[in-house]
């Protein structure tokens, strides 16, 4: 059964840290390279925008991010 209880209190929110400055200027044949958070949130940034990229891992374990338009 359930058991319903008060006066419990909720933990607090967690609130991420923004990965990419407030406004990314990346022109057609740009690249930036970083870890996996940070190329999702790029990638992410560019597909509300309307932009087609690219990506690819690197030796180093980084991944490079192009704007292709």
Same mark, same amino acid.
């Given at each position: *059964?359930?058991? @319903? %209880? =008060? /006066? @419990?209190?909720?933990?607090? &929110? =967690? $609130?991420?840290?923004? #990965?990419?400055?407030?406004? &990314? &200027? *990346? %022109?057609? /044949? ?6 996996? !958070?940070?190329? $999702?949130?790029?990638?992410?940034? /560019?597909? !509300? $925008?309307?932009? +087609? *990229? +690219?990506? =690819? %891992? #690197?030796?180093?374990? +980084?991944? $490079?991010?192009? !704007?292709?338009?």
């Amino acid at each position: *059964m359930l058991k @319903i %209880e =008060k /006066g @419990i209190p909720a933990p607090p &929110v =967690k $609130r991420f840290r923004r #990965q990419l400055p407030k406004e &990314v &200027v *990346m %022109e057609i /044949g740009d690249s930036a390279a970083g870890d996996k !958070r940070f190329c $999702r949130a790029l990638r992410s940034y /560019g597909a !509300r $925008r309307g932009w +087609t *990229m +690219t990506w =690819k %891992e #690197q030796e180093d374990g +980084t991944i $490079r991010v192009w !704007r292709n338009a």
